[in-house]
């Protein structure tokens, strides 16, 4: 019997990261960040000054993709290391999402890191948070979820964030970049950003991150033991 999967796809800024950083925690399983992916393939581009439209170079660097993921005993905090040097706070610049949208375009470099994902299932389960999770990678998932809301509150949220860290931001800018990103994500011509047919939809316009988590904890618990009951059978 293959390992749970419960997939959240959704736009960027609706809070998929930390509910499905939450869900891995509480459920003790593993978690796939397929778009830290995309992100460290945009970033070993810059560092070797490679252009954004060499499609060749591009997928070489997806296939060879030298990173590690370090779980750091004390807590849930995941290191990220991308050839030999700690990448964490440069991965998460508003200037990398942009480069990671831009080489998601390319079907070639989705194609290499396509197995490098499915090897993420491994008992106990799987948490895997993207944009193409359901329709792509595991369209066999246990559970689907759509996590969406407005753009105005993902720049919201995306704002207090970077807020909170001590960054510079600017809310109107925020949310322009947050338009380009999903326009380039849900048109693009290869696995575009798009509810699986048998997803669910969540709008968290009006739910915090704990209500999203206690919502989908619930009903993935009622998925869970219908496939208890027909491994039974
Ligand atoms: O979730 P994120 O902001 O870290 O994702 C960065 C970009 O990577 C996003 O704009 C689109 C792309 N991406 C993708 O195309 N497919 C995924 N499964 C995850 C991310």
Same mark, same amino acid.
């Given at each position: 019997?293959?390992?749970?999967?419960?997939?959240?796809?959704?736009?960027?800024?609706?809070?998929?990261?930390?509910?499905?950083?939450?869900?891995?925690?509480?459920?003790?399983?593993?978690?796939?960040?397929?778009?830290?992916?995309?992100?460290?393939?945009?970033?070993?581009?810059?560092?070797?000054?490679?252009?954004?439209?060499?499609?060749?170079?591009?997928?070489?660097?997806?296939?060879?993709?030298?990173?590690?993921?370090?779980?750091?005993?004390?807590?849930?905090?995941?290191?990220?290391?991308?050839?030999?040097?700690?990448?964490?706070?440069?991965?998460?610049?508003?200037?990398?999402?942009?480069?990671?949208s831009r080489? #998601? !375009?390319? @079907?070639?470099?989705?194609? $290499?890191?396509?197995?490098?994902?499915?090897?993420? *299932?491994?008992?106990?389960?799987? /948490?895997a948070d993207?944009?193409?999770?359901?329709?792509?990678?595991?369209?066999?998932?246990?559970?689907?979820?759509?996590?969406?809301?407005?753009?105005?509150?993902?720049?919201?949220?995306?704002?207090?964030?970077?807020?909170?860290?001590?960054?510079?931001?600017?809310?109107?800018?925020?949310?322009?970049?947050?338009?380009?990103?999903?326009?380039?994500?849900?048109?693009? #011509? !290869?696995? @575009?950003?798009?509810?699986? $047919?048998?997803?669910?939809?969540?709008?968290?316009? *009006?739910?915090?991150?704990?209500? /999203?988590?206690?919502?989908?904890?619930?009903?993935?618990?009622?998925?869970?033991?219908?496939?208890?009951?027909?491994?039974?059978?």
């Open positions: 019997m293959n390992p749970p999967v419960l997939t959240i796809d959704g736009p960027g800024g609706a809070g998929k990261g930390t509910v499905s950083k939450r869900l891995a925690g509480e459920l003790g399983w593993h978690l796939l960040d397929s778009g830290a992916l995309y992100r460290l393939v945009g970033l070993a581009a810059r560092n070797r000054s490679i252009d954004f439209i060499n499609v060749s170079q591009l997928t070489d660097i997806a296939r060879e993709l030298d990173v590690e993921f370090r779980v750091q005993e004390a807590g849930d905090l995941v290191q990220t290391w991308l050839e030999g040097k700690r990448v964490d706070a440069q991965l998460r610049t508003e200037s990398a999402g942009s480069d990671a080489v #998601a !375009t390319i @079907p070639e470099v989705r194609d $290499a890191l396509l197995e490098r994902q499915r090897a993420f *299932a491994s008992a106990p389960g799987l /948490v993207g944009r193409d999770m359901g329709t792509v990678v595991f369209p066999d998932a246990t559970l689907k979820v759509f996590l969406t809301a407005t753009v105005e509150e993902r720049a919201n949220r995306r704002y207090k964030q970077l807020k909170e860290q001590g960054l510079s931001a600017n809310l109107r800018a925020l949310r322009k970049e947050m338009e380009a990103r999903d326009r380039r994500d849900t048109e693009r #011509a !290869t696995a @575009p950003l798009k509810p699986a $047919a048998d997803a669910w939809i969540l709008d968290c316009t *009006a739910i915090d991150a704990q209500g /999203v988590v206690s919502m989908i904890l619930e009903r993935l618990g009622s998925v869970l033991s219908v496939r208890r009951a027909q491994q039974q059978q």
